[in-house]
C-alpha cells in the first residue's frame, strides 16, 4: 500500500510542480507590471472571475451547450467513418470512388467551410455539426482503415479453414483485430471535435464556450478570455482521459500508446 502511494504521488508531483512554475512566472510577470493588466490579468483576477461565473452557473450552461454539440458532431462523424471503412473492407473494388474525394477533403480545413456552410445552412446547429463532422471524421476514418486493412493474413485463412462467410470473418475476425485503432481514432476524432466547435462558436453561434471567449473578447475582459481557454482545455483533458481510462478497460491493457 505504501509503495502504491508513493507511487502515485510520484507520478503526480512532475504534472503539479509544472502547474505551479506556470503560476509563478504569471504571478511574478504581473508583479514586475511586463505587461498592464489589461493585456495579462494577474492569476487572482482570473480565479475571482472564475469563481462569479462558477456560483452564477453561466460557465455550467455553456459548457453543457459545447459538450452536447461536440457528442452529436462526434457520434455522426464515427457513424460515417466506420460505414466507409466498413465499405473498403466488405467491397474492396468500391475504395477507389471514394477514396480520393476523402483524401481530398482531408487536406481541406473544416473552418474554411465555415462562409459556404453559413450560406447553406445559415447560423444554426447544423453549421455547428457539420464543421465537427468535418473536423473529426478523417482521423477516425483512417484508423478505421488501418484497422481493417491490417488484419493478420493467418487469422483470415483460419477463416477460411473454419468456411466462414464474408459476414462472420468481419464480426469474428477483422472486427476484434482491429477495434485497438478503432479506439484510438475515435480518441483522437474527440480531440478534433473540440478544436473545431470552438472556432465554429466564435463564428456561427451565440451560445457556448468559442462565442463565451469573443464576447468576453468584445467586451475587453482578458480575464474571461483566459477562464474560457481553461476550462475548455481541462474539459477537453478531462474527456481525453476518460476516454483513455474507457480504452484501457475495453482493451484490458492489452494496447499502449503515448498518451498514458
Not at 468456411?163 to 474527440?190: H, N, Q, T
Request: net charge positive; glycine share 10%; hydrophobic share 50%.
Amino acid at each position: 500500500m505504501k509503495k502504491s502511494g508513493q507511487g502515485r504521488i510520484g507520478r503526480l508531483a512532475p504534472p503539479v510542480m509544472g502547474i505551479a512554475a506556470l503560476l509563478l512566472v504569471w504571478y511574478v510577470i504581473c508583479r514586475m507590471e511586463l505587461f498592464s493588466a489589461y493585456v495579462l490579468p494577474p492569476p487572482e483576477k482570473v480565479l475571482d472571475s472564475f469563481w462569479n461565473m462558477w456560483i452564477s452557473g453561466e460557465i455550467f450552461e455553456d459548457i453543457y451547450i459545447s459538450m452536447t454539440r461536440v457528442l452529436r458532431g462526434f457520434v455522426i462523424a464515427f457513424g460515417l467513418a466506420f460505414l466507409l471503412g466498413m465499405l473498403r473492407v466488405v467491397f474492396p473494388a468500391s475504395g477507389p470512388y471514394f477514396e480520393y474525394l476523402v483524401q481530398f477533403f482531408r487536406n481541406v480545413p473544416p473552418l474554411s467551410m465555415i462562409p459556404l456552410l453559413i450560406l447553406w445552412c445559415g447560423i444554426g446547429e447544423t453549421t455547428k455539426t457539420a464543421i465537427i463532422v468535418l473536423a473529426s471524421f478523417f482521423p477516425m476514418y483512417l484508423n478505421v482503415v488501418k484497422g481493417f486493412t491490417g488484419c493478420d493474413r493467418k487469422l483470415l485463412e483460419v477463416g477460411d479453414m473454419f468456411d466462414y462467410s464474408k459476414k462472420e470473418k468481419f464480426f469474428k475476425i477483422i472486427l476484434p483485430y482491429a477495434s485497438a485503432d478503432i479506439l484510438v481514432g475515435m480518441r483522437i476524432g474527440l480531440g478534433y471535435s473540440w478544436r473545431a466547435i470552438i472556432g465554429a462558436e466564435m463564428v456561427a453561434a451565440s451560445t457556448g464556450l468559442g462565442h463565451m471567449i469573443l464576447f468576453a473578447q468584445q467586451m475587453s475582459r482578458t480575464d474571461k478570455v483566459i477562464v474560457g481557454i481553461l476550462v475548455i482545455g481541462i474539459v477537453g483533458y478531462a474527456t481525453d482521459r476518460l476516454f483513455g481510462l474507457a480504452i484501457g478497460k475495453l482493451l484490458k491493457g492489452n494496447y499502449e500508446n503515448g498518451w498514458n
